[in-house]
């Protein structure tokens, strides 16, 4: 299925601002990956109508902080990236 026009916008429009401003701008990579991750699991994870915005907000950024710290790790500790 495709999905619609206006969400792969807002979906391509969240990778170019992580791409061009949240990372390599002077916020730290971790911190970037995590904003990044927990505003695009916020914006388009389904969800069943009945959760409330602070646990799907809860959720969301504790995927994001999750992700940036497995990211951060394995790129500096196995392949010895020095990230941003």
Do not use: K, M, Q
Request: a positive charge; charged letters at 10%.
């Amino acid at each position: 299925p495709l999905v619609p026009a206006p969400r792969f916008a807002l979906a391509a429009a969240a990778f170019f601002a992580y791409g061009l401003v949240l990372v390599g701008r002077g916020l730290p990579f971790w911190l970037g990956t995590t904003l990044f991750v927990a505003a695009y699991v916020f914006l388009f994870r389904e969800t069943p109508p009945a959760t409330s915005a602070w646990r799907r907000g809860a959720f969301a950024l504790a995927v994001g902080a999750a992700t940036a710290a497995v990211v951060t790790l394995v790129f500096e500790r196995v392949f010895l990236v020095r990230l941003p």
